[in-house]
């Protein structure tokens, strides 16, 4: 092996996302929600009347995995749906008021979990933060992308 795991900036990347995740759940646990369903919620906030598919997208998991994370918020009654004005094929959701009441609750927390983090930064290194995350991001669709021949 030419690279020890110590020296993998992925390996890094998967940890501190793994801390984040636990330390999320572990303040969201406590107002019935899950990392998904929180930032569902969040987003819906934030955007009201999304699709199901826009959610997927915003939230980076499967349209699967958000119709099932839809259903079960709808079940709690935290979003209600609704058919699209024009596109009948399509429903929107948005937060319920209850939605907005656990919401406003659950963010108070997972709030405090984002300051714990950025809170070890300077506003200048947090910047140097997100463009070298970016930078990550970018090198990574780079290598997603297949690349294509010559042009003809």
């Not at 405090?112 to 090198?139: I, Q």
């Amino acid at each position: 092996m030419t690279l020890s795991i110590s020296d993998r900036i992925g390996h890094h990347l998967k940890r501190v996302d793994q801390e984040l995740i636990a330390a999320k759940s572990a303040v969201l646990n406590p107002h019935g929600l899950t990392v998904p369903q929180y930032t569902v919620l969040l987003a819906l906030f934030q955007e009201p009347g999304l699709s199901g598919a826009a959610l997927a997208r915003r939230c980076l998991v499967t349209p699967q995995t958000m119709s099932t994370v839809i259903a079960t918020l709808e079940g709690k009654g935290l979003v209600d749906r609704q058919n699209h004005p024009v596109h009948t094929h399509v429903q929107e959701v948005r937060l319920s008021r209850k939605g907005r009441t656990v919401l406003a609750k659950a963010d108070e927390a997972a709030v405090e979990v984002e300051r714990a983090l950025s809170g070890r930064f300077t506003a200048e290194e947090s910047a140097l933060l997100l463009e070298f995350l970016g930078r990550c991001s970018d090198a990574l669709g780079e290598v997603r992308r297949p690349s294509r021949g010559p042009a003809r």
